[in-house]
């Protein structure tokens, strides 16, 4: 699946969301020559390179991210690469990064290896039928931050501040093996392809995942036979998308980088980049003065025509 440039005259820009888990021992090699593609096109966002592969999410032109996708097809290891494609109306990114990882979805479980055992992908025109089986449960994979604006009706929520966590909420809740099948989602599909191959190796044997993740399903499913409630939360400027991949109407708190809704912005709590309902009584007024100055600085930049990082 390749971008179409003829989208190029809708002003908005393409975002390709990608990942590929293979034995990738030169990847240290392949930052330089991809980060200088990308900064050439005008491609920003972020892509992490490990041993085990790529992951992460870039946006730009659509002949910009067609050139970035023949080149990453083009190294033998990443042949096989597929890429789940949304719009924004706007540039999500401030800057284009590639890290060198140890790994592309941090779990931090030794001898994981989702390219020898791994789950059985169930396709987004099947997931509905799966998870409203009475023999199956539910896991979202993903953060409580992520989970807090949407969810698949009945899913269970494990409530984890980082992926690190999984594991020992697996091993901690015995009640997980009572009944036969397993359905694991998560954003993109990354997470679960770890998260998946973690459950047969500690004995689960039905164990499913949903192909393409939460984006994939928003995309293909119809709202009207939707199992989906809310809202997805992605990484970067957009906060959400919505059915069809719409853009949602999340903003973000560059405080705590927590999803708002609507209503929470109107709360008292809430100042646009120092403070909201979900961090204010976290912090206190000094930290809250330096997120102030934070955002005057960010202020003077536009004025002046140039992006703030940091």
Same mark, same amino acid.
């Given at each position: 699946?390749?971008?179409?440039?003829?989208?190029?005259?809708?002003?908005?820009?393409?975002?390709?969301?990608?990942? !590929?888990?293979? =034995?990738?021992?030169?990847?240290?090699?392949?930052?330089?020559? %991809?980060?200088? %593609?990308?900064?050439?096109?005008?491609?920003?966002?972020?892509?992490?390179?490990? #041993?085990?592969?790529?992951?992460?999410?870039?946006?730009?032109?659509?002949?910009?991210?067609?050139?970035?996708?023949?080149?990453?097809?083009?190294?033998?290891?990443?042949?096989?690469?597929?890429?789940?494609? /949304?719009?924004? =109306?706007?540039?999500?990114?401030?800057?284009?990064?590639?890290?060198?990882?140890?790994?592309?979805?941090?779990?931090?479980?030794?001898?994981?290896?989702?390219?020898?055992?791994?789950?059985?992908?169930?396709?987004?025109?099947?997931?509905?039928?799966?998870?409203?089986?009475?023999?199956?449960?539910?896991?979202?994979?993903?953060?409580?931050?992520?989970?807090?604006?949407?969810?698949?009706?009945?899913? @269970?929520?494990?409530?984890?501040?980082?992926?690190?966590?999984?594991?020992?909420?697996?091993?901690?809740?015995?009640?997980? #093996?009572?009944?036969?099948?397993?359905?694991?989602?998560?954003?993109?599909?990354?997470?679960?392809?770890?998260?998946?191959?973690?459950?047969?190796?500690?004995?689960?044997?039905? @164990?499913?995942?949903?192909?393409?993740?939460?984006?994939?399903?928003?995309?293909?499913?119809?709202?009207?036979?939707?199992?989906?409630?809310?809202?997805?939360?992605?990484?970067?400027?957009?906060?959400?998308?919505? *059915?069809?991949?719409?853009?949602?109407? *999340?903003?973000?708190? !560059?405080?705590?980088?927590?999803?708002?809704? =609507?209503?929470?912005?109107? =709360?008292?709590?809430?100042?646009?980049?120092? /403070?909201?309902? #979900?961090?204010?009584?976290?912090?206190?007024?000094?930290?809250?003065?330096?997120?102030?100055?934070?955002?005057?600085?960010?202020?003077?930049?536009?004025?002046?025509? *140039?992006? *703030?990082?940091?």
């Amino acid at each position: 699946m390749f971008p179409d440039p003829r989208r190029d005259a809708t002003g908005a820009f393409l975002v390709a969301a990608l990942y !590929h888990f293979v =034995s990738f021992p030169r990847f240290e090699s392949l930052r330089e020559p %991809l980060l200088a %593609l990308c900064e050439e096109k005008g491609v920003k966002g972020t892509l992490l390179l490990a #041993h085990e592969g790529i992951n992460g999410t870039i946006a730009g032109t659509d002949a910009a991210i067609g050139a970035v996708l023949t080149f990453l097809r083009a190294q033998p290891e990443f042949a096989g690469l597929e890429h789940k494609e /949304s719009r924004a =109306s706007k540039m999500p990114f401030v800057r284009m990064k590639v890290k060198l990882k140890k790994e592309i979805v941090t779990m931090g479980v030794e001898d994981i290896d989702p390219t020898k055992v791994v789950g059985t992908y169930v396709a987004p025109k099947d997931w509905n039928a799966l998870i409203s089986d009475p023999d199956t449960i539910v896991i979202d994979t993903r953060n409580d931050y992520e989970t807090a604006i949407g969810v698949f009706k009945g899913a @269970v929520d494990p409530k984890t501040k980082t992926f690190r966590e999984f594991p020992d909420w697996v091993r901690d809740n015995t009640g997980l #093996h009572n009944k036969p099948k397993i359905a694991m989602y998560c954003t993109g599909g990354i997470r679960c392809e770890k998260a998946t191959a973690f459950m047969k190796q500690q004995g689960f044997d039905e @164990v499913y995942h949903l192909k393409g993740g939460i984006l994939k399903y928003l995309e293909e499913v119809p709202a009207e036979e939707s199992l989906w409630e809310g809202a997805c939360f992605v990484f970067d400027e957009r906060v959400s998308v919505e *059915h069809g991949l719409k853009e949602g109407n *999340h903003k973000l708190c !560059h405080a705590c980088r927590n999803p708002i809704t =609507s209503e929470e912005v109107t =709360s008292p709590f809430y100042e646009a980049g120092v /403070s909201c309902s #979900h961090c204010y009584h976290e912090r206190n007024e000094e930290d809250r003065e330096r997120y102030r100055e934070r955002q005057r600085q960010i202020a003077l930049a536009r004025k002046r025509g *140039h992006e *703030h990082i940091g």
